[in-house]
């Protein structure tokens, strides 16, 4: 029923940058947070930032050189990111987490494929 389409993935030369969207479906939704994770391969997926109507938070290894913002009229979240490294390579992924009355789901996309490399 929720569902999570993340796009702007891509090729990226080292040094550049990307920006990448992530639309949520449903109105009248009730969002906690939304955010970002990545995995690359052999490694665990990790935070890259997430934001709540109160706060943003970043992973120290992108904080510098990252913004994490959404348009909550659209339910969409955007990751723009500078300065990118072949360590920034993975599979980038969109979640949310929506409150239904007491009870809360956390949803992920499907992820799009982030290539740092020249």
């Known amino acids: 029923q929720v569902q999570l389409v993340e796009s702007g993935g891509g090729l990226v030369q080292p040094g550049g940058s990307l920006r990448l969207s992530c639309a949520v479906s449903g109105s009248r939704l009730s969002i906690n947070s939304m955010g970002w994770y990545r995995q690359a391969p052999g490694n665990q997926r990790e935070l890259v930032a997430v934001?709540?109507?109160?706060?943003?938070t970043y992973a120290d290894s992108v904080k510098d050189r990252t913004t994490i913002s959404r348009d909550s009229a659209k339910n969409m979240v955007y990751l723009e990111m500078n300065s990118l490294k072949p360590e920034d390579t993975a599979v980038y992924y969109c979640n949310v987490v929506i409150n239904w009355g007491a009870r809360r789901g956390t949803y992920w996309g499907q992820g799009t494929q982030v290539t740092v490399s020249s």
């Open positions: 934001i709540t109507a109160a706060s943003t």
